[in-house]
């Protein structure tokens, strides 16, 4: 096994090197000896992880783009069930949502992989938000235990925690909601930006919510000195409909004027979806 990875490593490094024409010297930088790339090109010899991450640095080429040609220009399985949970979600798919979950059941059932296990309890939850119905103690507590275990947060543990918010009790949201900046990095890096502006905005929509003002402001404010890059044009929407809703609560906009316009801009630039559940969400305010 390890030598069919390191044949596929290698594989990519001479694809890359030759899509890009550069010579052995220029990938290594000087750093170290050029004959170990082309033993690693061969399939004949394996490299440190230091060595590997000094071959992209030279190539200019980013981890996440090395993965996608090492998987043949294709998702992890994990991005794929990511993407089948939101695109189940965003339609309020059952049928999918449930399929997913009797996947993941099998799956931890068989494996006892932990990381198989909070997939399938991700997916009852999922299934709980669409049907509105309440899910087991035991399986928020699980995720809750999983998450206070982990000393740094990655994407994946910022992604259960973003959309399962509205699961945790004000003590809990009080407090991840506190420490998150704490759990990870992340988003000292403009491309993971996106993702925990996401979480904070889930955070002040489980807020708001509850009607719990204070908190809601709490974390608009954070969103706003965090900054929203220019090109997350939809995560400023939502800001700007949390806002509205957070003015609306405070009874300044009776008529519900300013969320109707942050619903009018996402139907202008396309996001339908988006802007017909809001207005279903308005409704019932």
């Known amino acids: 096994m390890e030598k069919e990875i390191n044949s596929r490593i290698g594989k990519v490094v001479a694809m890359i090197r030759a899509n890009k024409k550069l010579t052995l010297k220029e990938v290594t930088g000087g750093e170290f000896s050029e004959s170990m790339v082309s033993l690693l090109e061969s399939g004949k010899h394996s490299i440190s992880v230091d060595k590997f991450f000094t071959i992209l640095v030279h190539s200019k080429v980013y981890l996440d783009e090395f993965e996608y040609l090492y998987n043949d220009y294709s998702q992890r399985p994990d991005q794929i069930f990511e993407n089948e949970v939101s695109k189940a979600y965003a339609n309020k798919d059952l049928t999918a949502l449930k399929k997913l979950h009797t996947f993941w059941s099998d799956k931890a059932e068989h494996s006892k992989n932990k990381f198989d296990k909070i997939n399938k309890i991700y997916t009852q939850l999922i299934i709980a938000i669409v ?41 809990a ?59 997350c044009f939809l995560e400023k929407l939502f800001l700007n409909y949390h806002e509205a809703h957070y003015h609306y609560l405070q009874g300044y906009d009776k008529n519900k004027s300013e969320l ?12 339908q979806s988006e802007a017909d559940a809001w207005t279903k969400e308005i409704d019932t305010f």
């Open 260 to 271: 109707k316009k942050v619903i009018k801009t996402l139907e202008d630039y396309g996001f």
């Open 131 to 171: 049907e509105k119905s309440v899910p087991f103690r035991e399986d928020v507590g699980f995720l809750m235990d999983y998450l206070e275990s982990v000393d740094e947060w990655g994407r994946y543990e910022l992604w259960i925690f973003s959309n399962c918010t509205s699961f945790f009790d004000d003590n």
């Open 173 to 231: 949201l009080k407090y991840y909601g506190t420490l998150i900046l704490g759990k990870t990095n992340f988003y000292k890096r403009l491309t993971n930006q996106a993702m925990v502006i996401t979480t904070f905005l889930n955070i002040i929509n489980a807020w708001l919510t509850r009607k719990n003002l204070p908190q809601a402001l709490k974390y608009i404010n954070h969103v706003k000195e965090i900054g929203i890059p220019f090109d």
